[in-house]
T-cell receptor
Framework: GAGVSQSPRYKVAKRGQDVALRCDPI?????LFWYQQALGQGPEFLTY????????KSGLPSDRFFAERPEGSVSTLKIQRTQQEDSAVYLC????????????????FGNGTRLTVT | EDKVVQSPLSLVVHEGDTVTLNCSYE??????LLWYKQEKKAPTFLFML????IEKKSGRLSSILDKKELSSILNITATQTGDSAIYLC?????????????FGKGTKLSVKP
């Protein structure tokens, strides 16, 4: 497709449920990022992939968060045993950059998945 | 401690007004500063600034970086209702483990007809 596609657009989960959020980056984009955006805040970094390799997962808030990109294209962010504080918009972004730097290769964001944990 | 600070946090203007949005930053190893416009969901890229004093322009939008003052401004002239959005500033920091881009909280711009 022309842009970064994320699904589902909205997800409501009961506390304790597991959720899986999907990201289809722009075809050919090497770098893929996940961000978490709480209400009224800017996006905060969660994790970074270069092709299938997860090079940085330092932003994942707990071991309940897990991300993968097994074939270097589609990525899934999984949250186990969801908590209310996990409620946020989860944004995926991709770029052509061959390294993690956005220099000359800005990020293209998807529309995000709004997760609400009740 | 916020490394990227945007001001004002929100702004209401009327169509035709000119607005200036501010972004100041404090990072260890600055590489670039980016502006994004966020309507509804996905931030869309506006500008990337790496050199001080060189204005980047796109239609009614322009932006400039001041590395001495560690800041940038985004100007929008002759505002239209379609400019209503959250404008995000992000700084690329080559140090640290929190990923390349550090975002500010954004400025919410509302343009009234």
């Amino acid at each position: 497709g022309a842009g970064v596609s994320q699904s589902p657009r909205y997800k409501v989960a009961k506390r304790g449920q597991d959720v899986a959020l999907r990201c289809d980056p722009i075809s050919g984009h090497v770098s893929l990022f996940w961000y978490q955006q709480a209400l009224g805040q800017g996006p905060e970094f969660l994790t970074y992939f270069q092709n299938e390799a997860q090079l940085d997962k330092s932003g994942l808030p707990s071991d309940r968060f897990f991300a993968e990109r097994p074939e270097g294209s589609v990525s899934t962010l999984k949250i186990q045993r969801t908590q209310q504080e996990d409620s946020a918009v989860y944004l995926c972004a991709s770029s052509l950059a061959q390294s993690r730097s956005s220099y000359n290769s800005p990020l293209h964001f998807g529309n995000g998945t709004r997760l609400t944990v009740t | 401690e916020d490394k990227v600070v945007q001001s004002p946090l929100s702004l209401v203007v009327h169509e035709g007004d000119t607005v200036t949005l501010n972004c100041s930053y404090e990072v260890t190893n600055f590489r670039s500063l980016l502006w994004y416009k966020q309507e509804k969901k996905a931030p869309t890229f506006l500008f990337m600034l790496t050199s001080s004093g060189i204005e980047k322009k796109s239609g009614r939008l322009s932006s400039i970086l001041d590395k001495k003052e560690l800041s940038s401004i985004l100007n929008i002239t002759a505002t239209q209702t379609g400019d209503s959005a959250i404008y995000l500033c992000a700084v690329e920091d080559l140090e640290g483990s929190q990923g390349n881009l550090i975002f500010g909280k954004g400025t919410k711009l509302s343009v009234k007809p």
